[in-house]
Nanobody
Framework: QVQLVESGGGLVQPGGSLRLTCTAP????????MSWYRQAPGKQRELVAL???????NYADSVKGRFTISRDNAKNTVYLQMNSLKAEDTADYYC??????????????WGQGTLVTVSS
């Protein structure tokens, strides 16, 4: 069982910025894809951004040009820099990793979620 630790959510005004962080505080053999999802009230969870082990990124159309995903492999950490935030970005944000644990198990753990609220 891999427990991911998320941080960085909060209340921000429209046009503001937040940086989310997700860390896997365990020994991991390999992390492949690192992703951020979000789920707004009454809506399905949706993919916001992902980054592969090779550094290739992909974004939802709704966040392109405003959000940036990055990773620090040495720290088992993925970041989501969110700029020019809008009210419609309000949601619970979840990180997800695909990884090989140090005992050679393939795992797809999720973070516990961090709430982002964009409001004036």
């Amino acid at each position: 069982q891999v427990q991911l630790v998320e941080s960085g959510g909060g209340l921000v005004q429209p046009g503001g910025s937040l940086r989310l962080t997700c860390t896997a505080p365990v020994s991991i053999l390999l992390i492949n894809t690192m992703s951020w999802y979000r789920q707004a009230p009454g809506k399905q969870r949706e993919l916001v951004a992902l980054i592969t082990s090779g550094g290739i990124t992909n974004y939802a159309d709704s966040v392109k040009g405003r959000f940036t995903i990055s990773r620090d492999n040495a720290k088992n950490t993925v970041y989501l820099q969110m700029n020019s935030l809008k009210a419609e970005d309000t949601a619970d944000y979840y990180c997800k990793l695909t990884l090989i644990s140090d005992n050679y198990k393939y795992l797809e753990p999720w973070g516990q979620g961090t709430l982002v609220t964009v409001s004036s």
